[in-house]
């Protein structure tokens, strides 16, 4: 019998409802299903990174700084992508990967090219993806999974594998499909790991795509790898995981695969983001072996389990949440937010408002209407703006044409001038960072998985706060304030920036259509949407 979950189960007790899932359970009976008989076997993370090349280059700084982690911020999209490359090309003994999207594209295929490569010289890779956003085919992943260093491993997969019927399985089981794994760590032989918000996608390493995404990841070096380790294995020997050979092997979506396969044959000819890396490669490699940049400092990772809510809990699992309201409490001058994805409620405003009347400047930079790519988000948090403003809260949105780091070189093909941020930083009293995948917004909170560091350095969260400063500004970012006459409050919201040097203002959101402006009032006026933002 279907069980029928979420705000939306109601609709679905009625007769009408019982009649539709019966004729939707009968559409799905000749549907490809996940296969429910296969279980993987356990398998755990390489724990001697001494007897490597990148443990044993790590030996003399680690002992320099016992106890102490090494970080070192990666700034921008071809760097993020060039390392990972780097780091897959270094590595002797293993590979976890661990990501909520990794697309079929320029990037994609580049990265896997490297990932092959590695298996090929007896490297063990494992590979988790989450189900839900998954664009490689099951007939690529397959392959792909067929090397025999190689694993892949399906999180949460959706039961009926054609996308067609994803939605209508969500309202009748979005308790347990709703549930999705953000994490984003790519880690090479139990010694050093990327962590922070980029997926892999052309979007977030400069390539070719509609607009790309300003965001920030982290090399981390030493003990905390332990701490990533233990995680991954957490994930991949999970009951919510599956092998990828419970999918349906045979299904492949029309044309993904030879595209693929065309970018792929394209990277190994020397072509896209492989002639940006032929020219850098033993740069980033002599960077990753001599340990440059990095700062050593105390942090860990703190991630989320992978199944949050336990059958008959009545709360779910919340180490992230937990850890950054522990921060809040020590901060006494200024925490800065750069998220993504805002969405306060009533108790986060209330919570941030506190911290102004208690002498705490609170800075918080989030997408803009034009920018945002979520545009059920930014109705979530739009309600909230005049009510932040009021209590305190300084409120800046990223436009869409800031511009972003720019990247030391350029091969891929032609990035989109249009910016979006994706970034998820928090930086206590400039000392204390946090960088991750989690967002503040209620599936950040409540129901996605989320994994990050938090870490304990006033050298680090001045070179964050030396990039963020630059997207906070006018150039880059509106500042939003209440309208007011003669200093009385009027209601209403002004934005303000620069343009061409010169100071300008508005009383409507800047540089958005009225498609997205007809978008954000229709997903305003859905009950209850705000619980799964």
Same mark, same amino acid.
């Given at each position: 019998?279907?069980?029928?979950?979420?705000?939306?189960?109601? !609709?679905?007790?009625?007769?009408?409802?019982?009649?539709?899932?019966?004729? @939707?359970?009968?559409?799905?009976?000749?549907?490809a299903t996940l296969r429910g008989d296969l279980r993987p076997q356990p398998s755990y993370a390489f724990d001697q990174p001494e007897v490597t090349s990148l443990g044993r280059a790590y030996a003399k700084p680690q002992a320099l700084h016992p106890?102490?982690?090494?970080?070192?911020? #990666?700034?921008?999209? %071809?760097?993020?992508?060039?390392?990972?490359? $780097?780091?897959?090309?270094?590595?002797?003994?293993?590979?976890?990967?661990?990501?909520? #999207?990794?697309?079929?594209?320029?990037?994609?295929?580049?990265?896997?090219?490297?990932?092959?490569?590695? !298996?090929?010289?007896?490297?063990q890779v494992r590979i988790l993806l989450d189900d839900y956003p998954l664009a490689l085919d099951e007939a690529t992943l397959a392959a792909i999974d067929a090397h025999p260093l190689v694993e892949v491993r399906i999180f949460n997969p959706y039961r009926y594998r054609n996308r067609v019927f994803r939605s209508m399985e969500s309202l009748f089981n979005l308790e347990q499909v709703g549930r999705r794994m953000h994490n984003k760590v790519f880690a090479v032989d139990g010694q050093i790991a990327?962590?922070?918000?980029?997926?892999?996608?052309?979007?977030?390493?400069?390539?070719?795509?509609?607009?790309?995404?300003?965001? #920030?990841? %982290?090399?981390?070096?030493?003990?905390? @790898?332990?701490? %990533?380790?233990?995680?991954f294995d957490s994930y991949w020997n999970s009951s919510i995981v599956v092998p990828v050979a419970a999918l349906d092997p045979t299904r492949a979506e029309a044309g993904v695969?030879? =595209?693929?396969?065309?970018? =792929? $044959?394209?990277?190994?000819?020397?072509?896209?983001?492989?002639?940006?890396? %032929?020219?850098?490669?033993?740069?980033?490699?002599?960077? @990753?072996?001599? $340990?440059d940049g990095m700062i050593w400092a105390k942090g860990r990772a703190i991630v989320e389990p992978p199944v949050r809510r336990v059958e008959g809990a009545s709360k779910s699992s919340a180490e992230i949440a937990r850890a950054l309201a522990i921060a809040r409490l020590g901060t006494s001058n200024e925490i800065v937010y750069q998220v993504a994805y805002f969405v306060p409620g009533e108790k986060g405003v209330r919570v941030l408002s506190d911290m102004v009347a208690r002498g705490v400047r609170v800075r918080v930079l989030t997408n803009s209407l034009a920018s945002t790519d979520v545009l059920a988000v930014h109705a979530g948090y739009?309600?909230?703006?005049?009510?932040?403003?009021?209590?305190?809260?300084?409120l800046h949105e990223y436009r869409a044409d800031a511009k972003r780091p720019e990247p030391a070189g350029h091969r891929m093909r032609r990035a989109s001038s249009g910016s979006a941020l994706h970034a998820k930083i928090v930086i206590h009293d400039r000392k204390l960072v946090w960088i991750g995948s989690a967002n503040f917004d209620p599936r950040s909170r409540h129901i996605n998985t989320e994994s990050g560091l938090l870490i304990e350095s006033d050298v680090l969260a001045a070179r964050i706060m030396s990039s963020v400063e630059r997207d906070f500004s006018l150039a880059h970012s509106w500042m939003l304030s209440l309208r007011r006459d003669n200093e009385a409050v009027l209601g209403g919201l002004v934005w303000k920036g620069e343009i061409d040097g010169k100071e300008v203002s508005f009383d409507y959101e800047p540089g958005a259509s009225l498609l997205r402006h007809l978008g954000v009032l229709f997903y305003s006026l859905i009950p209850g949407i705000e619980d799964l933002l």
């Open positions: 019998m279907v069980r029928v979950e979420g705000c939306l189960g109601a !609709a679905f007790r009625t007769l009408a409802g019982q009649l539709l899932a019966i004729g @939707l359970a009968a559409l799905l009976a000749g549907c106890g102490l982690s090494g970080f070192r911020l #990666i700034n921008n999209g %071809v760097s993020a992508l060039m390392t990972r490359a $780097a780091m897959a090309d270094l590595a002797e003994r293993s590979i976890d990967v661990q990501y909520y #999207i990794f697309d079929p594209d320029e990037s994609g295929a580049f990265l896997l090219g490297r990932l092959m490569a590695a !298996a090929e010289r007896g490297v990327i962590l922070g918000g980029r997926n892999i996608s052309n979007q977030y390493m400069e390539g070719e795509a509609d607009a790309n995404f300003r965001d #920030i990841d %982290v090399l981390a070096a030493g003990p905390v @790898l332990k701490e %990533v380790a233990a995680s695969d030879s =595209r693929f396969e065309a970018l =792929r $044959a394209e990277a190994a000819a020397g072509h896209g983001p492989y002639a940006e890396y %032929v020219l850098r490669k033993n740069d980033f490699m002599r960077r @990753l072996l001599g $340990a739009a309600r909230y703006r005049e009510s932040l403003l009021r209590g305190g809260i300084e």
